[in-house]
Structures are given as C-alpha cells and as structure tokens.
C-alpha cells in the first residue's frame, strides 16, 4: 500500500510539473527573423519605404469623425446606446462605401493575386484560438460566448486553422486565402486611446490574407503577401509607407512583421492599416499543422497571415484624402465599380 501510495504521489508531482512546463512554453513568443532590428517600442521601428507623398488640401482637414457626422452618415451616439462605446453605425452612402471597399479588396485579392475566397465561421472553438497563439495569452482580448466559444478577433484563425491536424498534400501548397469577415476586440488594455471616432472599434470588417507555405518558401511569400496590400493602397491613391517592425513591437507568434501605415490628414499622423506576418513553424507546431513532402518525409508547414486591408480603417483614409473644402467626399476611381457610379458624397 505504501509503495502504491507513494507511486501515485510521484505520479502527481510529475503531471503538475509537466502543466507547469506547458504552460510557460506557451508564454514564449516566437524566434525572430535575423533581420529584425533591435529595440523595445515602435520608436525603433524602420521605414522600408513610402509611396506617395502627404498633400497639402488647401484647407484644414478635418477628420473622418467630423466629416461623417456633419454628413449625417456616421452616428456614434446611436451606437452607443444599442451596444455601448467604441461602435459606429454607418448609414447611406457611407455605409455603401465601406461596402464597396470590401468588396473591391476581395475581388483583387482572388482576381488578381492567387487568394481562394473563403466563407468562415466567426465562433470557433479553444483549440482554434490556442493553435494561432490568442490562447491562452491573450484571452483578455477576445470576446467569449457562454457555450465556451470565442468570436474571432481575425479571420487568421479559421482560414489558418484549416491547417490544425492535417497532412496536406505538397501540391496543395502554395494554400493562399482570404476572407472579408466581421472583426471582434474587446480592446483590454486600450482605455483613453482612440475613443473618438472608428479607429479602434469592438466590432469591424477586415479582408485578411493567410498563407501555408513550404518551409523554403515563407520569406518570399512574406513579401508578396505584403505587395498585395499595398497594391490596395495604391489603387486607392493614398499616401502609405511600409514599415519593419522591431524585436519589443512584433507580435507574440511572429518571426517578422511589416505594418503599412497611411496617412491621415486630419489627425496629421500616420496610422496602421495592415499587418502582414511571418509566423514560419510557430503556429504549426501549436496546431500540428504539417505537410509531406515531395519526397514522402512529413514536416511542419509555415504559415502567414496579413491585413488585405482593415476595411473601417481604409474608409477613414478614403474620407480624409479625399475631402472637399464643403465637406463632401470624393469617391476614389478605383471604388466606382462596387458603388454603383457614385462619384462622391454630400449632405442631403
């Protein structure tokens, strides 16, 4: 009896001390790329480049917020009373715009750049956050439902946890998709920032980009995945710059991250409009995601995910570059063909 005791009491020792291990293995963020520079907060952070050049209107700009509402078209008042702070109600011709750029993101992302448009849930299951890295790191985050599920912050984590306890065939790599879905953040630690307007909102459309990858082939699908964004800037004509973040402001599961920030004329800043990551293996090994090789071995896919834009962040671009001194809109050229011709928007 004693020995068996004994035995059990070992038994539990060693099953605590494996959970305890687990769990601060899932604290450590993922490795970084050698390329990534030193440095503890965005101060550090690089600019790769920039395309376009801040304007000078020839008045001053005002912001998204102040135009919206003197529009009568972007209501915040009336959000809050159905849902609380940090939702918008758009309405009208606003409300066909953030449509049409949606849409216009999608369309170039499956037409032009080699994404399969996707339809994916937006509850998912613990498993599917804890694969992506959101759990159990950052459950403060998210938004969970009484069944035990979670409404999800990104696309990222259905469209790459197709990839969770599969052996994909090596032909079916490059896996390249996309999706515009509904956004959920609770936004847990951003009290006081961005309370006015919709730059940090609870709920927002976003076309997200991801990725499964060979190995061999992450880096340069990193960098396209990246062009494909900025391609949807181009087109719409808005000043934008890449950036490359540093070690202190990448994210827990990537190995790399570019942000591209626009600008904003009414806040004189400029802000992120898309995140475009290498996670390599780290998501994989977290799902046990892998593939098998031309050659018959099995070996962990990398996968990668991005903005293709955050599409409430692009309208709020939309509206403050291309402000009128009367405080209409113009709707930029490449958008006409998703909102049906409309060339740009006034009160009444």
């Excluded at 035990?148 to 790459?160: F, S």
Aim: glycine share 8%; hydrophobic share 40%; charged share 25%.
């Amino acid at each position: 009896m004693a020995e068996r005791t004994k035995r059990e009491s070992l038994e539990t020792a060693v099953a605590s001390l494996e959970g305890e291990i687990k769990t601060r293995l899932e604290e450590l963020p993922n490795i970084l790329d050698p390329d990534v520079p030193d440095g503890v907060d965005e101060i550090a952070n690089v600019v790769v480049k920039q395309v376009g050049e801040p304007r000078d209107l020839g008045f001053a700009p005002k912001q998204h917020f102040e135009l919206g509402e003197a529009l009568g078209l972007m209501q915040f008042e009336q959000a809050a009373k159905l849902a609380g702070a940090r939702f918008t109600i758009l309405r009208g011709a606003l409300a066909r715009l953030e449509r049409a750029l949606g849409q216009f993101m999608l369309d170039l992302h499956t037409r032009e750049h080699g994404y399969e448009e996707v339809q994916v849930p937006l509850l998912v299951n613990a498993a599917s956050m804890y694969g992506t890295g959101q759990l159990p790191k950052f459950e403060t985050d998210l938004f969970k439902t009484t069944d035990d599920r979670y409404l999800i912050p990104t696309a990222e984590v259905p469209l790459t946890n197709y990839a969770r306890d599969e052996i994909l065939p090596d032909k079916a790599l490059p896996m390249r998709q996309s999706a515009l879905t509904d956004c959920f953040r609770s936004e847990a630690g951003s009290a006081g920032r961005d309370t006015r307007g919709m730059l940090r909102q609870h709920q927002f459309h976003k076309v997200e980009l991801v990725s499964i990858v060979r190995p061999e082939d992450s880096v340069a699908e990193h960098e396209h995945m990246t062009e494909c964004a900025e391609k949807v800037l181009t087109l719409l004509g808005v000043p934008f710059r890449r950036i490359l973040l540093c070690a202190g402001d990448t994210g827990f599961g990537s190995s790399k991250t570019y942000d591209l920030e626009v600008w904003l004329p009414g806040q004189k800043m400029w802000r992120e409009i898309s995140s475009c990551s290498n996670c390599r293996d780290f998501q994989a090994r977290r799902m046990n995601g892998r593939y098998r090789t031309a050659d018959g071995k099995v070996a962990f896919v990398h996968t990668l995910n991005g903005s293709g834009v955050a599409v409430g962040r692009a309208l709020i671009a939309v509206m403050e570059n291309y402000q009128e001194a009367d405080g209409s809109i113009l709707v930029p050229p490449a958008l006409l063909p998703w909102t049906g011709g409309m060339e740009r928007i006034s009160a009444g």
